[in-house]
T-cell receptor, first 112, second 111 residues
Framework: DGGITQSPKYLFRKEGQNVTLSCEQN?????MYWYRQDPGQGLRLIYY???????QKGDIAEGYSVSREKKESFPLTVTSAQKNPTAFYLC???????????FGQGTRLTVV | GQNIDQPTEMTATEGAIVQINCTYQ??????LFWYQQHAGEAPTFLSY??LDGLEEKGRFSSFLSRSKGYSYLLLKELQMKDSASYLC????????????WGAGTKLIIKP
């Protein structure tokens, strides 16, 4: 079955540690996205990639980094520079920007 | 600037009909998406409107008026499982068509 997989679903980290969130898709989509969702707010774009080996900053990229070495994979690293990393992180992919996006199950990151 | 407005929360009764509104201001227009998101889960696609009018898909319908910058999602024969947040989103033509998301409308269904 085709889909998009995020792991893990829940993640706990100590303050000051970097952490990498995994996102893999087998839908053969060119575009992949990382969003952050906080209570009472809409999805905010962190980074997006429209093609392998290329990615662009979204609205809230500071404190985050990504790579796109393979079409299927778009991992997100939350660095120690991110001031308020506790949030729900969603990865998505789409065929093009104007087609529906498919989301992973999300990763709830808690930094203590 | 780019902006999307939705009511924060709505309450409806099982079996009834509810309309969730979304207004947007964007520099251009390339369609409007509606997604459903249950608590703690990922959003799932409901509809995409690019032309004016009503599109019906089972119990859910979506309406668009481009001249008014307005859309609504109409849910009929409400079921308890429809309790969720409903998000509208539009592509931002100034930013490679990346989606701008509304904060979502939390719909509470009561028996």
């Amino acid at each position: 079955d085709g889909g998009i997989t995020q792991s893990p679903k829940y993640l706990f980290r100590k303050e000051g540690q970097n952490v990498t969130l995994s996102c893999e898709q087998n839908l053969n989509h060119d575009a992949m996205y990382w969003y952050r969702q906080d209570p009472g707010q809409g999805l905010r774009l962190i980074y997006y990639s429209q093609i392998v080996n290329d990615f662009q900053k979204g609205d809230i990229a500071e404190g985050y980094s990504v790579s796109r070495e393979k079409k299927e994979s778009f991992p997100l690293t939350v660095t120690s520079a991110q001031k308020n990393p506790t949030a729900f992180y969603l990865c998505a992919s789409s065929d093009r920007e104007d087609t529906e996006a498919f989301f992973g199950q999300g990763t709830r990151l808690t930094v203590v | 600037g780019q902006n999307i407005d939705q009511p924060t929360e709505m309450t409806a009764t099982e079996g009834a009909i509810v309309q969730i509104n979304c207004t947007y201001q964007t520099s251009g227009f390339n369609g409007l998406f509606w997604y459903q998101q249950h608590a703690g889960e990922a959003p799932t696609f409901l509809s995409y409107n690019v032309l004016d009018g009503l599109e019906e898909k089972g119990r859910f319908s979506s309406f668009l008026s481009r001249s008014k910058g307005y859309s609504y999602l109409l849910l009929k024969e409400l079921q308890m499982k429809d309790s969720a947040s409903y998000l509208c989103a539009v592509p931002d033509m100034d930013s490679n068509y990346q989606l701008i998301w509304g904060a979502g409308t939390k719909l509470i269904i009561k028996p």
